[in-house]
């Protein structure tokens, strides 16, 4: 196949999970810049040779960046240390470590390196993380290469094995002239862009470490029902719109000054931000680098306070009683609330449906902006059923004259303890091991808010 010119940029926004670091707490960028120096880069290309042409760029980028405060570059280069015969697919090294001020020693290695061998790109690939060492910032991975991988591995694979793994972001890749072949094996890999000659390929690799570099910033406007940017304490995720996955996890704050705080986020992307209230709210976010992007979401929220009337001892029975929330007239649960305890909502009406025994609807509950609506339900009264015997048994109501079971008994446990809001009810039940329906047993019982009963089957 026509080998051509082509860069892979893989971007890193990882947030390293070793020490409890805030996300964007360092602000440097370190770029590795990995080169192929297969023995097909020696060959002609429009503007130069192919060699001299990525050679040439990165000494102009490298630079232009090297005297930024915060700016760290390496380089890694493939392909450089064995004769194309041997077909080396482990041929690749760290030839000059990230670090600042090392503009000559890159323009040194690539004065040093004269292409020879094969391009083994995916395995280049693979051990750019190890290069970058675990340090906590913006870490950019860029790879220049004339070809797709020389020894059958899948880049795409890798990539997205990479990204899954919070190891790399998702790649830009730019390539001169690429037939059809190669845009279909590397356009799954990442954002494809195709370059003619050297003039566009120097440019568009200025464009994609621009990108890089750029001081990019976002804000979150949570608006409350006034438009005021007053909601805040609540987890935003932001999802790459093209492969879905989480970029980046953030708590939402106010700074000092009362108002949003402004985020670095990578304008390399597309985003679909979930805002995680309940229900969770949504939006678009597009970004122009060294630009500042305000993003306004309505958010206005309220409480619901979930408590017993009354006071009851603390018993398992009681504490799984819970609530769960619905938009009004809508089956899908929003959330599920425990017992005595205070959640914020997004303002609107609700149907709440308790776990009780039985259970319990209350419809219409409207939560409003920064207050709180209580919700009481009564306390239940303990049931305590104490077996001595295995039996088959249920407890019912009788609703509009008939009979509506509410609990199976289990069958091996000799004691079973249950909450049962205040109410008459009924226990039906028989022996495991009798044979005749006629030992079944129906027996009435009352049941009073706060009190306690024991049944002896």
């Known amino acids: 196949m026509r080998r051509k010119l082509i860069l892979y940029v893989l971007a890193t926004g990882l947030v390293w999970l070793t020490g409890a670091r805030p996300v964007f707490a360092q602000e440097r960028t370190r770029i590795l810049f990995v080169l192929d120096a297969s023995l097909s880069m020696q060959s002609h290309w429009k503007g130069g040779n192919k060699w001299e042409v990525a050679c040439h760029s990165l000494n102009e980028i490298a630079d232009s960046i090297g005297q930024i405060p915060h700016i760290e570059m390496g ?25 600042s001020n090392n503009v000559a020693r890159i323009k040194k290695k690539l004065e040093e390196i004269h292409p020879k061998g094969i391009t083994p790109l995916v395995y280049a690939i693979e051990k750019a993380p190890e290069d970058f060492a675990g340090v906590p910032a913006k ?43 190669s845009n279909q094996s590397l356009s799954c890999a990442g954002k494809l862009v195709n370059t003619n000659n050297a003039t566009e390929f120097s440019a568009a690799l200025k464009d994609a470490v621009m990108d890089a570099i750029s001081k990019t910033t976002l804000q979150i406007n949570l608006n409350d029902q ?13 999802y790459d719109t093209e492969t879905g996955m989480v970029r980046y996890n953030l708590y939402h704050s106010l700074n000092p000054r009362g108002l949003p705080d402004t985020l670095n986020i990578s304008p390399m992307f597309k985003y679909k931000l979930q805002v995680h209230t309940i229900p969770p709210v949504y939006a678009d976010v597009v970004l122009r680098k060294n630009t500042h992007t305000v993003i306004n979401i309505s958010a206005p929220q309220g409480y619901l306070n979930f408590t017993l009337q009354g006071t009851i001892s603390k018993v398992a029975a009681v504490e799984r009683i819970k609530c769960l ?27 709440l449906e308790v776990t009780t025994l039985p259970r319990l609807t209350v419809k219409n509950v409207k939560i409003d902006q920064s207050k709180t609506t209580d919700v009481q339900i009564p306390a239940p009264g303990i049931l305590t059923l104490n077996k001595g015997f295995e039996a088959y048994g249920a ?12 609990y199976d008994l289990r069958l091996k446990d000799r004691q079973e303890t ?3 809001q205040p109410g008459k009810y009924r226990l039906v039940y028989r022996s495991k091991n009798a044979r005749t329906i006629h030992t079944t047993v129906d027996k009435e019982f009352d049941i009073t808010s706060g009190g306690s009963l024991s049944l002896k089957l």
Do not use: W
């Open 75 to 99: 380089l890694r280069v493939l392909g450089h240390m064995f004769p194309q015969p041997d077909m080396n697919c482990h041929d690749s090294r760290l030839e000059v470590p990230i670090d």
């Open 139 to 181: 870490n950019v991975l860029i790879v220049i290469t004339d070809g797709e991988d020389a020894c059958d591995r899948d880049a795409c694979g890798v990539s997205l094995m990479l990204q899954k793994n919070n190891i790399i972001l998702r790649p830009f890749i730019i390539g001169m002239s690429l037939d059809a072949e």
């Open 226 to 238: 006034n438009g005021k940017p007053t909601e805040t304490d609540v987890n935003m995720s932001f």
């Open 325 to 351: 929330l619905h938009r009004a007239g809508q089956l899908e649960t929003l959330n599920v609330q425990r017992i005595n305890t205070k959640t914020k909502y997004l303002t609107g009406t609700y149907d």
């Open 395 to 406: 407890i019912f109501v009788v609703e509009d004259g008939k009979m509506k079971k509410i």
């Open 418 to 420: 249950l909450a049962l």
